[in-house]
């Protein structure tokens, strides 16, 4: 599995964007763009993932450059709540069945 | 909304012993995971779990541990003879399709050996 490199911490006001870059720049062609967060210390939780286009669901966007070498996972509306630990994955989904995380961002919201 | 569930939360045990973490995945699910998270370390795979048989386990996952599926519900974790060094919160996952879908995590298990 690629590597990948995020920042160590983040802030973000409540109510505003929160941005998360990655750089996964040794990405292979059939790998995917997983992110999941930990808040506190409880089980990770899914939040998107995708291959090379943009993804959008009810939680998060995710943007992947056009060269797939980073990603963003956009928060639109960061609350308190959102405060966690964010993991950046790229992994290929058929050929493992393991994740392997990283030591993530920690976003605080504040606010 | 469907949940991955583990009991104990908090278990403490000495040092020797041995521990049966459990952990009920979510009902039609068929890819089950055991993970750990020494305090203020990295969350760790330790084993994956399809077809009641392992399907893929890391370097940490050694004799000391089995999984069971001992019937349609329950997916357990032994540790035989428990050391210090395992101390860490265990988290269960499980999902449908393998991981080409989202892992659902329990609240995990907080083992402390004494």
């Known amino acids: 599995d690629a590597k990948t490199t995020q920042p160590t911490s983040m802030d973000c006001a409540e109510g505003r964007a929160a941005n998360l870059p990655c750089n996964h720049s040794?990405?292979?062609?059939?790998?995917?763009v997983y992110w999941y967060r930990q808040i506190h210390s409880q089980g990770p939780q899914y939040i998107i993932h995708?291959?090379?286009n943009n993804e959008t669901n009810e939680m998060a966007s995710l943007i992947i450059t056009e060269d797939r070498k980073s990603s963003t996972l956009i928060l639109p509306h960061a609350t308190l709540r959102d405060t966690a630990v964010y993991y950046c994955i790229v992994r290929v989904p058929y050929n493992t069945d393991k994740l392997i995380f990283g030591t993530g961002t920690r976003l605080q919201v504040f606010p | 909304e469907p949940e991955v569930t583990q009991t104990p939360s908090h278990q403490v045990t000495q040092m020797g012993q041995e521990v049966i973490l459990r952990c009920v995945p979510i009902s039609n699910h068929l890819y089950f995971y055991w993970y750990r998270q020494i305090l203020g370390q990295k969350v760790e795979f330790l084993v994956s779990f399809y077809n009641n048989e392992i399907s893929e386990k890391s370097e940490i996952f050694d004799d000391q541990f089995s999984v069971e599926r001992p019937d349609g519900s329950n997916f357990t974790l032994k540790i035989r003879s428990t050391k210090l060094e395992d101390s860490a919160m265990y988290f269960c996952?499980?999902?449908?399709?393998?991981?080409?879908?989202?892992?659902?995590f329990g609240q995990g298990t907080r083992l402390t050996v004494v």
């Open positions: 995708g291959l090379k």
């Open positions: 996952a499980s999902s449908e399709a393998g991981l080409r879908d989202e892992a659902f």
């Open positions: 040794t990405i292979s062609g059939n790998e995917y």
